[in-house]
């Protein structure tokens, strides 16, 4: 199983990026009970919880540091979780990493996960 995580690149301050992530490796819809999200990491910084989205796509969580900006969606049919990033912010400048768990969004947020992409950076220009 693999997770490629696509979309990042430079934007202005005040843009929007798309961010996608697809795991492959697998079947249709398997990873329609996983928990999927995003994480980030910034230079000199930890990694860091960003968003994620549960089986049933109802239920969400978002760093208080996004929320209002960054919206998460999934389409479980292809094993995929995207990442819509609006009025993006210098300190939004980081490498995003998605990943999965087959576990509650509540324990994805704490950082337990099964499964990590290889990261997409995300360069936001002051």
């Known amino acids: 199983v693999q997770l490629q995580a696509s979309g990042g690149g430079l934007v202005e301050a005040g843009g929007s990026l798309r961010l996608s992530c697809v795991a492959s490796?697998?079947?249709?819809?398997?990873?329609?009970?996983?928990?999927m999200g995003w994480f980030r990491q910034a230079p000199g910084k930890e990694r860091e919880f960003i968003a994620g989205?549960?089986?049933?796509?109802?239920?969400?969580a978002y760093a208080d540091s996004v929320k209002g900006r960054f919206t998460i969606s999934r389409d479980s049919a292809k094993n995929t979780v995207y990442l819509q990033m609006n009025s993006l912010k210098a300190e939004d400048t980081a490498i995003y990493y998605c990943?999965?768990?087959?576990?509650?969004?509540?324990?994805?947020?704490?950082?337990?996960?099964?499964?990590w992409g290889q990261g997409t950076l995300v360069t936001v220009s002051s």
């Open positions: 990943a999965a768990v087959r576990d509650s969004v509540r324990r994805f947020r704490a950082g337990r996960t099964d499964y």
């Open positions: 490796g697998v079947a249709s819809g398997a990873f329609s009970h996983y928990t």
């Open positions: 989205v549960g089986w049933n796509d109802y239920i969400t």
